[in-house]
């Protein structure tokens, strides 16, 4: 029978921390997001994106760390 | 990723674990109704070993170890009024309850104080169906294939090395199909010159998920083709929570994956054969059951066709997939969608209400509907071709007369006469 994988080293994309621990609480209504509620880290590009679903509040958001926010600049006149 | 507490609490399925309670408010076939002859045979279902039994009508399912000695039930002797231990002969009734103790004297009333652990069973469209969540017991699903008539059937079965989870993980990811059906499968064939896929190889332009009364439907548009082709109108669904509806061009598939325990998988491949056209299907004597490979002489996986590709990629994440080392991407939102689904429904359950797709209401379960596309990826029979020819179905004992069916099938359109197909297998 194959081989299954086992627990394999951490490359140099994976980022050492808790996703549930980075967003530990709901934006509407301030429950702790424990296992209760679902947490789950996504990717788009280079946008780290965190789907979350409280289970007190029955929301379900997007959490998006920023480091810099970004925006045109007015037309001028 | 995800936490592994959370990974945790989506996977395990034993008694008493949240995912076990959630799981066990719905049947699971454990084997199909030809299996189950004068002996009893032994399964295991979310952790627990059962045995089942055939008395006259009605399957007994016990607890697989005798409550006096621990003996297996499997081989216990089958009575009149229920099931003997082949070890000392203690007899049970279909409800569990102890009902002779033969070796015990005759006043003694030790019986009445023993019942085994028992189970409602069913059988349904070749399959017989397992209830292990408490009373009252939801309805059996009556599901369209289940029940149709004027069609062919086929089960095919493999026991799977992993967690039931990473099989339904793969019923929502919809890119797998053009990458590990259609480029890998060509690179597996190309090298021992095999014929290629074409169908499956189709780019996926743009995928959704809806959550309906049933799970989650599944929609794609592929390159070349738009919103109104069926893969986006129509799609196919999830069935919430073990199992997926997939097919085209007359071919039909429920897809059962049943969870044996944290780490095994009881895979069904429910296959119907009920193409368009103007013909008539003599009923089979029973629906035939066959073993599915997914080792080769060396061991490994075998590749060469898709349900083996499916095997290889879900066993291959591991027995329990550690998804806190994972890197999910946009493409992986329907993955997503599902454990969130999933751990919505732990929290219905917790809170005492039925799950999605519990079915109570006997005045819908004549026979449930599920949507499938039919012109499947844009063209239903070369879609079918390929399923048929680079899947699981080749090893089918009645796979010519499925080819027969849909000449037949495809005769009568041309043609306009009804023919008649004899399949008695």
């Not at chain 1, 530990?24 to 789950?40: M, T």
């Not at chain 2, 799970?215 to 738009?226: C, Q, Y």
């Not at chain 2, 004549?366 to 079918?384: H, M, S, V, W, Y």
Request: charged share 25%.
């Amino acid at each position: 029978m194959p081989e299954s994988a086992g627990a394999a080293p951490r490359g140099e994309t994976a980022i050492d921390d808790d996703a549930q621990g980075l967003v530990g609480f709901c934006p509407h209504c301030g429950a702790e997001l424990d296992v209760q509620s679902f947490v789950q880290e996504y990717w788009t590009a280079d946008e780290r994106v965190f789907h979350v679903w409280c289970e007190r509040c029955r929301y379900v958001f997007d959490v998006r760390p920023t480091a810099r926010v970004t925006t045109h600049e007015p037309a001028h006149e | 990723m995800l936490t592994t507490e959370l990974n945790e609490r989506l996977t395990r399925v034993g008694p008493g674990t949240p995912m076990g309670t959630l799981l066990r408010h719905y049947w699971y076939p454990v084997a199909a109704t030809s299996e189950l002859g004068p002996e009893p045979i032994q399964r295991r279902l979310l952790g627990e070993d059962i045995v089942l039994y055939r008395k006259g009508d009605e399957i007994g399912v016990i607890e697989a170890q005798c409550p006096h000695r621990r003996a297996s039930m499997r081989y216990a002797i089958v009575e009149e009024r229920g099931i003997r231990c082949g070890y000392h002969g203690w007899l049970y009734g279909m409800d569990g309850q102890c009902l002779e103790q033969p070796a015990e004297p005759a006043s003694s009333t030790f019986k009445d104080r023993i019942k085994a652990v028992t189970y409602r069973a069913e059988e349904l469209g070749g399959l017989i169906f397992v209830y292990m969540g408490k009373d009252p017991a939801p309805l059996l699903p009556r599901f369209d294939l289940f029940v149709w008539d004027n069609c062919l059937r086929d089960v095919g079965h493999a026991l799977l090395p992993m967690n039931w989870l990473q099989v339904m993980e793969n019923s929502v990811d919809p890119h797998h199909v053009e990458w590990l059906h259609g480029h890998y499968m060509n690179f597996v064939r190309g090298i021992s010159g095999e014929q290629q896929a074409e169908v499956l190889m189709r780019k996926h332009e743009k995928i959704a998920f809806d959550v309906f009364d049933y799970g989650i439907i599944k929609r794609r548009v592929l390159e070349g083709m738009t919103e109104e082709d069926e893969d986006w109108k129509v799609g196919h669904p999830l069935v919430f929570p073990a199992m997926l509806r997939v097919g085209g061009g007359g071919h039909y598939q429920f897809q059962i994956r049943v969870p044996v325990d944290d780490t095994h998988t009881s895979h069904f491949w429910y296959d119907v054969y009920k193409p368009d056209g103007d013909y008539i299907v003599a009923p089979q004597e029973s629906v035939p059951l066959f073993e599915v490979p997914i080792y080769d002489e060396k061991g490994d996986y075998l590749v060469d066709f898709v349900d083996g590709q499916d095997v290889m990629a879900w066993a291959s994440q591991g027995e329990i997939a550690d998804r806190s080392n994972e890197h999910l991407g946009k493409s992986d939102l329907g993955v997503i969608m599902l454990r969130r689904l999933f751990q919505e429904q732990l929290d219905q359950v917790e809170g005492g209400a039925d799950p999605l797709g519990v079915v109570r209401d006997e005045s819908i379960n004549d026979c449930i509907t599920l949507p499938q596309e039919k012109k499947k990826f844009g063209t239903g029979a070369g879609f079918r071709y390929e399923f048929l020819t680079m899947g699981q179905c080749r090893y089918s004992p009645i796979a010519q007369d499925v080819l027969k069916l849909f000449e037949e099938a495809e005769k009568s359109l041309a043609g306009g006469d009804a023919m008649h197909h004899d399949a008695s297998v």
